[in-house]
């Protein structure tokens, strides 16, 4: 059976543009997705290049080879684009001269070789192809973390069929004999790289919107366990992450230590700078104390001025040398809050053991380390209390 190929235009300007439509759709219902407006614009331009493709049927042949040319480099490079404004902040982004200097290219050899057929629809496939390359080594950038890499893993494998597709058309035309007088390019090969690149926008714009909702999702889980004005792990989440860590701590018999740290007289910073200031230095103190511990150990803000850490393996002698750093990197230089330097000293209490068995060791645990930073305060504050 042999397909009609202004038939198949028709047929790919109806599906592209209906999954522009869906595109656009869903970036306008939710403008924090970044790039999803320029993914879909890109999807607009590809569906438009196949009418434009259909023109040369009416006799506009050079119109026609231009304008396709021109709307399929453009798509190219707004999705390019589109990939990067979503990888802004996660990876490193390439020189703009990478992703515009090969469509500049793949215009000046439509321009150049509008009446030599066979070398231009070469050189185009060739830079299509690069510009593929460029494509796919934005989806191959880091990305999303974890295990919510779907998205990022559709997209490159639509980036990397895409390159396939073009380098194999630019060999297939290198090795063609006979030319269609009408459409310029062997029917086969046409018709074959239209349901390639279909295939390949489904997969790539499938790809990508899961890519947005996947980081949604992260989104949503980092603002559910993690303190936003700190970046610490919230209350809530350190009392999850401390179960494991509890049945770890039994299973291989070693002791957890946990400290509470309580920021000395932080209501006076509030009343004389302004609770603006005080957040800062709540900022500054949780940054000075994450900075003291080890990868292994987890920080939260437990409430107010507050904070938890939780020490896995760790003696009490090891727990007591970890909050006589702490204490020290907090207090011994002044915060620094709109070149305003603010003395602040913070009071510890420590608390170490292998953890007993039953449903309230957590709590247990925590009360005794919470009862030593009590005596801290009560022996003067600024200093560091086991019990």
Not at 16 to 25: F, H, I, T
Not at 121 to 129: D, E, K, T
Not at 260 to 276: A, S, Y
Request: glycine letters at 8%; a positive charge.
């Amino acid at each position: 059976m042999t397909l009609h190929l202004p038939t198949l235009l028709v047929a790919l300007t109806l599906a592209s543009g209906v999954l522009a439509s869906a595109v656009l759709a869903v970036a306008w219902g939710g403008r924090r997705y970044k790039g999803l407006s320029l993914w879909g614009l890109g999807l607009v331009l590809n569906a438009l290049s196949y009418p434009a493709f259909g023109l040369r049927d009416a006799g506009w042949l050079s119109l026609s080879i231009l304008l396709t040319n021109a709307l399929t480099a453009l798509s190219l490079v707004i999705h390019t684009l589109a990939l990067m404004a979503f990888q802004r902040g996660r990876s490193r982004s390439p020189p703009s001269w990478v992703v515009w200097v090969p469509a500049a290219l793949n215009m000046l050899a439509a321009v150049a070789l509008l009446h030599d057929d066979r070398w231009r629809n070469v050189l185009v496939a060739g830079l299509q192809a690069l510009m593929a390359l460029v494509l796919l080594s934005q989806a191959w950038a880091p990305g999303l973390h974890g295990r919510r890499l779907t998205g990022r893993w559709v997209v490159i494998a639509g980036a990397s069929t895409l390159c396939v597709t073009m380098v194999l058309r630019t060999l297939f035309m290198l090795e063609a004999s006979e030319w269609d007088a009408q459409f310029n390019v062997p029917t086969q090969v046409q018709v074959a790289t239209y349901f390639a690149i279909l295939g390949v926008l489904l997969l790539n714009s499938m790809g990508y919107v899961l890519m947005q909702m996947e980081h949604a999702v992260s989104q949503q889980h980092e603002l559910a366990s993690h303190d936003r004005l700190t970046g610490l792990y919230n209350r809530l989440a350190l009392m999850e992450l401390m179960d494991h860590h509890l049945a770890l701590a039994r299973r291989r018999g070693s002791p957890l230590a946990l400290l509470m740290l309580d920021i000395d007289h932080f209501k006076v910073v509030n009343d004389q700078h302004g609770h603006l200031v005080g957040d800062e230095v709540l900022r500054q103190v949780a940054q000075r104390a994450q900075a003291r511990l080890r990868g292994a150990d987890l920080l939260a803000r437990f409430g107010g001025e507050e904070f938890l850490a939780l020490l896995p393996a760790t003696t009490v002698e090891g727990a007591q040398a970890v909050a006589e750093g702490i204490r020290r990197a907090v207090g011994d230089q002044p915060m620094v809050v709109n070149g305003v330097s603010i003395p602040v000293t913070i009071s510890i209490g420590v608390h170490a053991a292998i953890p007993t068995e039953g449903p309230t060791a957590a709590e247990a645990m925590i009360a005794l380390s919470d009862q030593a930073l009590y005596d801290a305060k009560h022996q003067g504050r600024n200093r560091v209390v086991v019990r």
